[in-house]
């Protein structure tokens, strides 16, 4: 804790010509034991008037030996004798600091040359301007972690308003795998999050896109914290608690029964949902289909008449005949009605102003969607997707698609931010505030690389979210190698053990290179924190987050090994309702079609009806009805990236 | 300078000068040219010793003044001077950082007073402690300005010598205390079993011959028999012998070469080598840039480093050049 009751200085304010005070930096000496360190924060105050607050940015320690040679000469070559010179050299402790805050702020003048204190709590939040945001009717302070140097810590908070909107927005972490503690941070700071968001900012959750193997699949278990950790939280005022409301969702596996997912212990699979989506949810999203490779206005077009005049119609064609959409095993036939007849009428190459080129590449397409990202895409039977419009207050939304396929990834991604930007725009989400954290932005967002939906849809909410309330958090490992904009629309950002080659790049030319030292060594738990209040980038410690590590997780509980067909539609019957006998539904499903089997399947957990077998049964018996025709919820479409400065 | 003394001068119609005379900045390190006596006592004749390898010092506490001096102004023709002494004793800790223990300093004014006018003369001793330069004949300033600058050294010297006795006082059972300059300056000193002065000038000539010849061309790590001085400026016995620190060969004659003086008593004979040895040790750090560094201790300069920046800072010489100045 810092002392308040009697300040000594600890140093002093120098300045020579060639090292002068200027209104942004100053350099003091100290004695050569000091408390002081690369990023500690310093007041230079004497008598009253100007107060300047500093962080340390540089060191220096020399001695009055005026060349190495006079050593060598003194020591007789022999630097055991060195070791026994009687005297030791006076020797200084010399410190750059760049200047937090003057105050007053006006004129802006040379920093004196003064006494030279350590910080206390209060002179850390006036050095970082948090007074402006921590005091007052209605606070914004959200704590990050805690500044600590020489024994002494204080708290550091983030200003609500400028990590989640409005007036700035989105945080980017950055920093070499395993030491980096990005996901960890990430953790933590939602913990902080949801406890210090302020009232009157409304109700906020987060949508966590896990992306590596189990790391974000046990939010909801508690994780092993040290003394120390359970300190640091207390200091925070954040509860070393694991989150409350966590729903995971995951899509299948390719034999449409298994979840696709590391959660499927047998204790905690029954809070995973299926992330399924059918034809309809795959056509608003047509544009993912196309951008990868090429934009066709005509591909395009004829998608929309799908859309638009064939889904979930009944659609009456005087060359193809009768047909009614509902799946991707429908269009097909559809598709295939449409080539026989025109082959065999002869009638040329186009049917109702669409080419044959043109259908046979959107067939092509849609059937690589529906194979390659099987278990995502149902080819028959309804969706399963996120609640939309009934989003929970401090709950976070985990959608894991570690293991699916890129161009799964590209629709996931697209269809789950354009729902939440669609919801927090029209308000109603059922929350004010959405924070969406990305993972392995070096791979979703690279600086250069494909204009993948994913990137489109990331560049959108650095550059539009801020106003709407859809906030993302992003973490990667080489900052410098994701899209500009990406990173450049981050108000904040989080540094943790850096990679030094990293650092050589241009970006990091504003950071000292003491401060890159320390960067390069920075110990687990210890982060670099760059926000809009505060003018110098600023070291915290924050505590383990409070939720389980994803590696410690599948430890404790081991995924579940894929189940036979029929066992697997047993075990999700028998979710829905205790009562139902494995063997009942293995009679049931055995000889049926597999594709029938799915369908009964996600209609009974749809409908959740009270006898779940007989209506198990029953479905299984018939066709299931689709839904009515709905409104199309086309995507608005994105521009094309380009490299308009932002 | 806006020091009061000199603004009332001015106002008594002084000439304002600015003038730091060459020999004004450091002491003045010329021992005065003499011969003196010197009884052997270790040996039958002057010897040389080798002094075994460098060897861990006892604790020790060191002592260095310095003087500054410059004209501030003249009185007609008669230069008024001010001058400013100051000493230090340092001691060493066991981390072998040097600390100070004990400093003073004194700030004067120096002046052939009976030459000075009535009215300048009572505007001088109104405002600052002044050292008369009495029995002067009228003359070109420079004869008054040597006469000052014995009336600077002399008021360091005595400072010196009231330190060094007040350090005696302070030092430790088995603490030695080490002077720049002549031991024999001082009857306390002089008499103080583990008080050492160090002579790093030669003014004072004690042999002759060849006995001169192997003092004055000791090899590296060797000294000279302990032998008494007598006479000369000194004005207490002490003993004394001669070491070397640093090869000559190449150098100079005096390149590295010590004059040490310590108690006159018999324990000194036999406590040569020994403390020797541990001077012998105190050659590193060596003291560069100062060019004296081959004969200079470390602590001593360090001494030094620490009171010339505790001096005033408008003793040194202008960094400007002394054209004329333009304007107000
Ligand atoms: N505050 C902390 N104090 C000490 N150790 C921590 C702290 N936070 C996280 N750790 C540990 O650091 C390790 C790495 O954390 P984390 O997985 O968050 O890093 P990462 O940067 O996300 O790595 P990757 O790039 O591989 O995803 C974990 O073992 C975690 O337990
Ligand atoms: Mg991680």
């Not at chain 2, 150098?251 to 541990?278: F, H, K, M, P, Q």
Request: hydrophobic share 45%; proline share 7%; net charge negative.
């Amino acid at each position: 804790m810092i002392d308040k009751s009697r300040p000594a200085p600890i140093g002093r304010v120098v300045a020579t010509e060639l090292k002068p005070a200027t209104p942004h930096q100053f350099h003091f000496w100290t004695a050569v034991e000091t408390s002081i360190g690369i990023g500690a924060i310093v007041k230079v105050e004497e008598g009253v008037g100007r107060v300047v607050y500093g962080v340390v940015t540089d060191g220096f320690a020399y001695s009055d030996l005026q060349t190495p040679l006079h050593d060598v000469v003194g020591a007789e070559g022999d630097p055991v004798r060195a070791a026994e010179s009687p005297t030791v050299r006076q020797e200084i402790r010399l410190w750059t600091a760049a200047v937090l805050r003057q105050v007053p702020e006006e004129p802006l003048q040379p920093v004196p040359l003064a006494r030279v204190f350590v910080a206390t709590d209060a002179d850390v939040a006036q050095a970082l301007r948090m007074d402006t945001y921590l005091t007052g009717a209605q606070p914004t302070g959200i704590p990050v972690g805690l500044y600590t140097s020489g024994g002494l810590e204080a708290p550091v908070y983030l200003d609500a308003d400028f990590l989640l909107g409005p007036e700035a927005a989105h945080l980017n972490l950055s920093g070499v795998s395993g030491l980096a503690t990005k996901t960890s941070a990430v953790e933590f700071l939602l913990a902080s999050i949801f406890e210090h968001f302020p009232k009157h900012k409304g109700r906020v959750a987060a949508v966590c896109f896990n992306v590596k193997g189990p790391d974000l699949c046990f939010l909801d278990q508690p994780g092993a914290l040290t003394d120390e950790d359970l300190r640091r939280y207390e200091r925070l005022g954040v509860a070393p608690r694991p989150f409350e409301r966590v729903r995971y969702f995951a899509p299948y596996k390719g034999d449409g029964v298994n979840l696709n997912t590391l959660r499927t212990h047998p204790d905690l699979v029954s809070d995973v949902e299926p992330l399924v989506w059918g034809l309809a949810e795959v056509l608003d999203f047509a544009e993912v289909l196309l951008n990868r490779d090429d934009i066709d206005a005509k591909a395009d077009a004829f998608i929309d008449f799908l859309a638009d005049r064939v889904l979930n119609r009944e659609f009456d064609d005087p060359l193809a005949g009768r047909h009614r959409v509902e799946t991707f095993a429908d269009l097909d036939r559809l598709f295939r009605s449409i080539f026989d007849a025109l082959e065999l009428s002869g009638r040329g190459d186009m049917w109702r102003t669409h080419h044959v080129a043109t259908i046979r590449k959107v067939r092509n397409r849609l059937s690589n969607v529906s194979t390659r990202c099987k278990g995502l895409v149902t080819d028959d039977g309804p969706a399963s997707d996120l609640p939309w419009g009934r989003f929970e207050d401090r709950a976070v939304y985990v959608v894991d698609i570690a293991n699916v396929d890129p161009l799964g990834q590209d629709l996931v991604f697209a269809r789950v931010v354009s729902r939440l930007r669609e919801g927090l725009e029209r308000r109603e989400l059922g929350v004010d505030a959405v924070v969406v954290f990305v993972d392995e932005l070096n791979k979703y967002a690279p600086a250069d690389g494909p204009d993948t939906y994913v990137k489109k849809m990331l560049l959108d909410i650095s550059e539009r979210g801020r106003y709407l309330g859809l906030v993302l958090f992003g973490a990667e490992q080489f900052r410098s190698q994701v899209h500009r904009r990406v990173v450049g629309n981050a108000g904040s950002q989080i540094y943790g053990r850096m990679d030094m080659d990293e650092l050589a790049t241009p970006a990091y030319q504003v950071l000292s290179p003491a401060t890159k030292i320390k960067l390069a060594t920075l110990p687990v738990g210890e982060l670099m924190v760059r926000h809009p209040h505060f003018t110098q980038p600023i070291f915290v410690r924050f505590p383990r987050p409070p939720v389980l590590r994803g590696r410690d997780g599948v430890e404790r509980f081991a995924p579940a090994a894929d189940l036979p067909f029929a066992e697997a539609v047993a075990r999700q019957l028998w979710r829905l309702d205790r009562a139902v006998r494995p063997n009942t539904v293995r009679d049931l499903v055995d000889g049926r079609d597999e594709q029938d089997v799915r369908r009964a399947l996600a209609e009974t957990r749809r409908r959740r009806p009270d006898d779940v077998l007989a209506y198990f049964r029953k479905v299984l018996g018939s066709r299931v009805a689709p839904d009515a025709a709905r409104e199309r919820a086309a995507v608005p479409p994105l521009g094309a990236i380009t490299d308009e400065p932002y | 300078m806006a020091r009061a003394w000199i603004e009332a001068l001015l106002a008594a119609g002084v000439t304002p000068a600015t003038f730091v005379p060459d020999a004004s900045q450091g002491r003045f390190d010329q021992e005065p040219v003499e011969r003196a006596a010197a009884d052997v006592l270790e040996d039958a004749e002057l010897a040389t010793h080798a002094v075994s390898g460098a060897a861990g010092p006892p604790p020790a506490a060191f002592l260095d003044g310095i003087q500054q001096w410059r004209v501030v102004g003249y009185d007609g023709v008669v230069p008024i001077v001010r001058a400013y002494v100051a000493a230090a004793v340092r001691r060493r800790g066991v981390d072998k950082r040097l600390r100070t223990a004990l400093e003073a300093a004194r700030e004067f004014a120096v002046a052939p007073l009976a030459a000075l006018g009535g009215e300048q003369r009572a505007a001088l001793e109104a405002h600052i402690d002044v050292v008369d330069l009495p029995d002067l004949a009228p003359s070109q300033p420079g004869p008054v300005l040597e006469a000052a600058r014995r009336a600077v050294d002399g008021a360091r010297q005595t400072l010196e010598r009231a330190l060094a006795e007040r350090a005696l006082r302070l030092l430790g059972e088995r603490e030695w205390l080490i002077v720049d300059g002549l031991l024999s300056v001082s009857g306390k000193l002089a008499a103080h079993p583990r008080a050492l002065g160090v002579i790093k000038s030669f003014g004072t000539q004690f042999f002759e011959g060849e006995a001169l010849r192997r003092a004055l061309t000791l090899a590296m790590g060797q000294r000279t028999s302990v032998f008494r001085a007598r006479g000369g400026h000194a004005r207490n016995d002490v003993y004394s012998w001669y070491l070397r620190l640093w090869p000559w060969e190449g150098n100079d004659l005096l390149y590295g070469l010590l004059r040490i003086e310590a108690r006159a008593a018999e324990e000194t004979i036999a406590a040569a080598g020994g403390v020797s040895s541990w001077l012998l040790g105190e050659r590193a750090p060596v003291s560069t840039p100062d060019a004296r560094w081959d004969r200079l201790l470390y602590p001593i300069h360090d001494v030094e480093t620490y009171l010339r920046s505790r001096a005033p800072r408008d003793f040194l010489p202008a960094s400007g050049s002394r054209l004329p100045r333009t304007g107000t």
